[in-house]
């Protein structure tokens, strides 16, 4: 069963900066499509950013020029840095990632980021 767990969350002033790790179980490179998404109170949960295993990315509008997704292959853990914070990125973040080996999408339980003026 794979397991993804993420850290980083937390409450910053609007304007800092947060890093959110995503540690997976086994081999990153046994997952496709990583990804990191959000979940606001009352929405939908969308797509932040997402890369695949060609180094393919892909950013929401609203997170452009602020938020880097990355991947470290040594220690199994994807990253984003996010920058210029603002209020409206408040929300619960969650990584996915498609395990190779059945297809499947696997979700980590989240880490709450909370902005404030």
């Known amino acids: 069963q794979a397991q993804l767990v993420e850290s980083g969350g937390g409450l910053v002033q609007a304007g800092g900066s947060l890093r959110l790790s995503c540690v997976v179980s086994?081999?990153?490179?046994?997952?496709?499509?990583l990804g990191w998404y959000r979940q606001a109170p009352g929405k939908q949960r969308d797509l932040v950013a997402a890369?695949?295993?060609?180094?393919?990315?892909n950013y929401s509008d609203s997170v452009k020029g602020r938020f880097t997704i990355s991947r470290d292959y040594a220690k199994n853990t994807m990253y984003l840095q996010m920058n210029s914070l603002k209020p409206e990125d408040t929300a619960v973040y969650y990584c996915?990632?498609?395990?190779?080996?059945?297809?499947?999408?696997?979700w980590g339980k989240g880490t709450q980021v909370t902005v404030s003026l």
């Open positions: 996915k990632a498609r395990y190779s080996l059945n297809g499947r999408d696997y």
């Open positions: 086994g081999s990153i490179i046994s997952y496709n499509d």
């Open positions: 890369i695949t295993t060609t180094g393919s990315i």
